[in-house]
T-cell receptor, first 114, second 112 residues
Framework: DGGITQSPKYLFRKEGQNVTLSCEQN?????MYWYRQDPGQGLRLIYY???????QKGDIAEGYSVSREKKESFPLTVTSAQKNPTAFYLC?????????????FGNGTRLTVT | GQSLEQPSEVTAVEGAIVQMNCTYQ??????LSWYQQHDGGAPTFLSY????GLEETGRFSSFLSRSDSYGYLLLQELQMKDSASYFC?????????????FGSGTRLQVQP
């Protein structure tokens, strides 16, 4: 079955450490996205990529980095520069990146930094 | 930029009808989308409206009025499993950024 896989489901890190969240899709989608969700809040866009080897900053990119070396993969690194990294991180993809193509989401990674 | 406003919570009883509203401000408009998210889960796509009017899919309907920058999601014959958060979302039309901006969501509680 096609879908988006995020791993791990739960991640714990010490403050000051970088951590990379994995996102893999086998839907053959061109566009991929990273969103952050805090308790009781909506989704905020961190980074997105329309095509391999290209990505754009979203609304809250500071303290994060991404790469898009393969169509299937869009890993997100949460760096030590991110002041409040504890959150629920959601990866998504869509076929064409247009407004009417629905986003397919992974099951998320819940990151806790202490 | 764009912003969306949604009521934070709605409570309804099983079998009833509930309407969840969304007002938006955006420099350009490429349609209004709705997503459902159960606690701890992934958001799933429900509907998309590009033109004015009502779109129906089973128990779910979504309405759009572009002149009022307003839309709503209507759920009929409510079931306990409908308890979830519902998010409206728009795409940035002016900058061409091909990504959705989400509202803060409405948390729906269905009671027996």
């Amino acid at each position: 079955d096609g879908g988006i896989t995020q791993s791990p489901k739960y991640l714990f890190r010490k403050e000051g450490q970088n951590v990379t969240l994995s996102c893999e899709q086998n839907l053959n989608h061109d566009a991929m996205y990273w969103y952050r969700q805090d308790p009781g809040q909506g989704l905020r866009l961190i980074y997105y990529s329309q095509i391999v080897n290209d990505f754009q900053k979203g609304d809250i990119a500071e303290g994060y980095s991404v790469s898009r070396e393969k169509k299937e993969s869009f890993p997100l690194t949460v760096t030590s520069a991110q002041k409040n990294p504890t959150a629920f991180y959601l990866c998504a993809s869509t076929s064409s990146g247009t407004g009417n193509s629905p986003l397919h989401f992974g099951n998320g990674t819940r990151l806790t930094v202490t | 930029g764009q912003s969306l406003e949604q009521p934070s919570e709605v409570t309804a009883v099983e079998g009833a009808i509930v309407q969840m509203n969304c007002t938006y401000q955006t420099s350009g408009f490429y349609g209004l989308s709705w997503y459902q998210q159960h606690d701890g889960g992934a958001p799933t796509f429900l509907s998309y409206n590009a033109l004015d009017g009502l779109e129906e899919t089973g128990r779910f309907s979504s309405f759009l009025s572009r002149s009022d920058s307003y839309g709503y999601l209507l759920l009929q014959e409510l079931q306990m499993k409908d308890s979830a958060s519902y998010f409206c979302a728009v795409r940035d039309g002016v900058t061409g950024r091909r990504a959705l901006t989400f509202g803060s969501g409405t948390r729906l509680q269905v009671q027996p």
